[in-house]
């Protein structure tokens, strides 16, 4: 799952570059290729979900959230290195902050969006998560007493009814518990993490903002668990690819690039640029596609499979936080 407060500042990849003695470059917003970046990150970020799946027969889910955040901040801090060095600066007081965005926010919406996959339907899990921007706007209108529409109300109605439909209350919670209460961990962690990435990136931009939250998730997971007894060779592992692809075995480590590559950095990325040719509502909306992606591949690949009132439940989530986006 993609993270917030990317939609409240410029891509540091994608300013224009201001020549000496002449105006700064300016970039015409292509919506077109806004919509194109930002729905080829939902559908990144909705295929993670079954590697995700597949990449836990090999690895522990905390051993799984530990190389992901270490492979991300590799790439981020190069990314940042490379493209502004001067944005490693930073206040003592401001790292204390940024300490406590990573090892709280950042690792804890990692760990437990991988704890429920492993142990729900991946469709079911990312709906699940997906309430996290309801909690935000809940967050918005009873801590930072920010004034919400009529509609958003309307959005909490239909987002609690979807909820009973998705986990089947009426049949004595037929869902894992530990997962569906791993799934509402991690749309509370995104809550923390909205929250926290919504006051840092005041100050700096996304891409340093997002290196210096896996950086401290990083090393979080280095005291928890130290990289010496990290199991590498279960990286060269080949596991099957499970469903309808059980006959096809792929090692570890290349789902664990996956993870890395194109299910973290590159997402993020066309979500950042996204933002130069949309604006952040419709960046936000168009990102609602990550759960319906996750559970069209899971049923392809994985062959999971919903019942006709969870999937009129998932819907209906669905449809209620794209009326709370609209209504911030």
Same mark, same amino acid.
């Given at each position: 799952? /993609? ?6 500042? @410029? ?23 806004? /919509?194109?970046?930002? +729905?080829?990150?939902?559908? +990144? !970020? ?61 690792? !804890? ?16 899990? +990312? ?7 309801? +909690? ?14 009529? @509609? !958003? ?19 004595? !919670? ?18 923390? /993490?909205?929250? /926290? ?132």
């Amino acid at each position: 799952m /993609y993270g917030p407060g990317w939609w409240y500042v @410029r891509s540091p990849l994608t300013d224009p570059i201001a020549i000496p003695g002449q105006a700064p470059a300016v970039r015409l917003p292509d919506p077109a290729l806004g /919509y194109a970046m930002v +729905l080829a990150a939902a559908t +990144l !970020f909705g295929i993670n979900g079954t590697v995700v799946k597949v990449a836990l027969q090999g690895l522990s889910a905390y051993r799984l959230a530990e190389i992901r955040c270490l492979g991300a901040l590799v790439i981020f801090l190069a990314i940042v290195v490379i493209d502004r060095p001067e944005r490693l600066r930073t206040s003592g007081r401001e790292l204390a902050y940024l300490a406590v965005f990573g090892s709280c926010a950042v690792v !804890f919406t990692q760990l437990l969006y991988v704890l429920a996959i492993k142990r729900l339907p991946v469709g079911v899990a +990312l709906v699940i998560i997906f309430l996290g921007p309801l +909690l935000v706007a809940l967050w918005a209108r009873f801590v930072e007493h920010v004034h919400l529409r009529r @509609r !958003f109300w309307v959005a909490l109605g239909l987002s609690i009814v979807g909820m009973i439909l998705v986990v089947q209350l009426w049949t004595s !919670f037929s869902l894992d518990t530990l997962g569906v209460l791993f799934a509402l961990g991690g749309a509370c962690a995104y809550t923390l /993490y909205v929250v /926290y990435a919504g006051h840092a990136v005041v100050r700096r931009d996304t891409i340093s903002l997002l290196m210096y939250g896996f950086l401290f998730a990083t090393l979080l997971w280095t005291v928890v668990q130290p990289w010496s007894s990290f199991p590498w060779h279960n990286m060269t592992d080949d596991v099957s690819l499970l469903g309808n692809l059980a006959g096809t075995d792929a090692p570890v480590w290349t789902l664990v690039l996956w993870l890395v590559v194109l299910g973290t950095v590159v997402p993020f990325i066309l979500v950042v640029g996204s933002l130069e040719h949309l604006p952040a509502t419709r960046v936000a909306v168009s990102g609602m596609l990550e759960p319906v992606v996750a559970t069209v591949v899971a049923y392809a690949w994985l062959d999971e499979t919903l019942s006709g009132a969870q999937l009129i439940g998932g819907a209906l989530v669905i449809v209620a936080i794209v009326l709370a986006q609209t209504a911030r």
